[in-house]
């Protein structure tokens, strides 16, 4: 464990796309069926095999451990988008500015974005509970992107919204008003209506895959902002951390997450992010096993 300061401080980049990662869970998942007792056949079990023991640790307590060791020891870990931009009508912008977490971080809010989305009230270093979440999450935009675009992974889904334009497919605050909606505090660029366009024909046959991709991106990020903000305003927390899978390689997302919770809440509520995303389960499933009481 002494050892370990100077392993997490390299720089950790996924060295295989999710989609041979699923290919690699589908496969585990045929052995791990077979772990705990031999087949029909007779044939010896996974344990008998190879001689390892699968030990099974809580996910979401994983990820705050994970989390907590990881910007306790790189205080550069965290960070915010100065200045974010409506990535809905524009390309990403904006600068990253380093925050320490583990300054002074409780109370704060987590939302896991993965298939679906979870939100986390951390309120100590041991301390979370579930105060909500949606089942509109990173499936969700995969899925509408399959069905509407035929792609078959999340990189190409992402690759594909990054070229597209959602305001040929969505409706926004213009499109009805003629301009912003100042009495409402509402924009000319806020989408008013997702997909709000395509019961119009013309508008149909105008729309990319491209378009279709990112509409798609911008709908199921802009429910999970909402939904994030609306539980850091019950809670009264400022704090909100965005952390998951969706978010890998995914910075229109985190933009548009970082533009609608600084908008939304006049500046009051600030979205952060993590530089190592999609490591902080895996780290902290590894901390419990070398040692549950391990400082976090």
């Known amino acids: 464990m002494w050892g370990y300061g100077a392993v997490y401080k390299k720089k ?16 585990f998942h045929v052995f791990v ?14 344990k008998q095999k190879l001689g390892v023991e699968l030990m099974k640790h809580d996910e979401m307590e994983c990820l705050i451990r994970g989390l907590h060791y990881l910007c306790r020891h790189d205080t550069d870990e965290c960070y915010y988008w100065a200045d974010p931009k409506n990535t809905s009508t524009h390309g990403c912008q904006g600068t990253k500015v380093p925050v ?8 704060y809010i987590v939302v896991n974005i993965g298939s679906g989305v979870s939100i986390l009230l951390v309120e100590s270093a041991r301390s979370f509970k579930r105060i909500g979440g949606t ?6 935009f995969l899925g509408l992107c399959a069905l509407l675009t035929g792609v078959e992974s999340f990189e190409e889904a992402i690759a594909l919204a990054s070229g597209g334009d959602g305001s040929k497919v969505d409706k926004l605050v213009r499109d009805i008003y003629g301009g912003g909606y100042e009495r409402l505090g509402l924009s000319g660029d806020v989408v008013a209506s997702s997909f709000g366009h395509m019961p119009n024909p013309e508008r149909r046959a105008e729309a990319s895959k491209e378009d279709l991709a990112r509409a798609s991106l911008v709908t199921v990020t ?43 809440s006049q500046g009051s509520i600030k979205a952060l992010f993590l530089k190592h995303e999609g490591y902080f389960g895996a780290l902290g499933a590894m901390l419990h096993k070398l040692d549950p009481d391990i400082q976090q």
């Open 12 to 27: 950790m980049e996924p060295r295989y796309s999710s989609t041979h990662c699923r290919l690699a869970l589908n496969l």
């Open 222 to 264: 802009n429910n999970i902002g909402a939904i994030a903000r609306l539980s850091a305003s019950i809670s009264g927390v400022e704090r909100v951390l965005f952390v998951g899978n969706y978010l890998c390689g995914n910075e229109m997302s985190m933009q548009m997450l970082a533009y609608a919770m600084e908008y939304w």
């Open 135 to 140: 089942s509109v999450g990173g499936g969700t």
């Open 100 to 107: 320490h977490l583990m300054a002074n971080p409780y109370p």
């Open 33 to 46: 069926s077979s772990y705990y007792s031999p087949s029909s056949s007779g044939t010896p079990g996974l």
